[in-house]
């Protein structure tokens, strides 16, 4: 599971979990499964997204039904996944290989559309 100080301010996550995700509450604009989102800063049990700006909300306390906080709300850490770095190494030849088959490909299609 995902940990808010795993990341860093600046770094990109992917929402993967939507799961009760702040239901009936129609004002709060959502990330969206998949997306990748970039951490503005870290919210109560998770992060502030850079891409989703949410006015501040009056949060009710469910005993005392008074104000128990007003905030952004923000999206809890185990709703993410950090991206998968993946290093790619590409021999030279073949490479020089895959361009000079995108040159012949660019050519056969100036030479089609003549």
Request: glycine share 8%; hydrophobic share 35%; aromatic share 10%.
């Given at each position: 599971m995902l940990n808010k100080f795993d990341v860093k301010i600046g770094e990109s996550i992917r929402?993967?979990?939507?799961?009760?995700?702040?239901?009936?509450?129609?004002?709060?604009?959502?990330?969206?499964?998949?997306?990748v989102y970039t951490v503005r800063g870290y919210?109560?049990?998770?992060?502030?997204?850079?891409?989703?700006?949410?006015?501040?909300?009056?949060?009710?306390?469910?005993?005392?039904?008074?104000?128990?906080?007003?905030?952004?709300?923000?999206?809890?850490?185990?709703r993410f996944e950090k991206l998968k770095t993946i290093k790619v190494e590409i021999d030279e030849k073949l490479l020089a290989s895959i361009k000079k088959t995108k040159e012949?490909?660019?050519?056969e299609t100036i030479v089609g559309q003549n």
């Amino acid at each position: 599971m995902l940990n808010k100080f795993d990341v860093k301010i600046g770094e990109s996550i992917r929402f993967i979990d939507d799961t009760n995700l702040y239901e009936g509450i129609t004002i709060i604009k959502l990330p969206e499964i998949g997306k990748v989102y970039t951490v503005r800063g870290y919210s109560e049990k998770g992060f502030y997204l850079e891409e989703i700006k949410n006015i501040d909300i009056e949060w009710i306390n469910g005993e005392t039904r008074e104000v128990d906080s007003v905030c952004e709300p923000g999206f809890g850490a185990w709703r993410f996944e950090k991206l998968k770095t993946i290093k790619v190494e590409i021999d030279e030849k073949l490479l020089a290989s895959i361009k000079k088959t995108k040159e012949i490909l660019e050519l056969e299609t100036i030479v089609g559309q003549n």
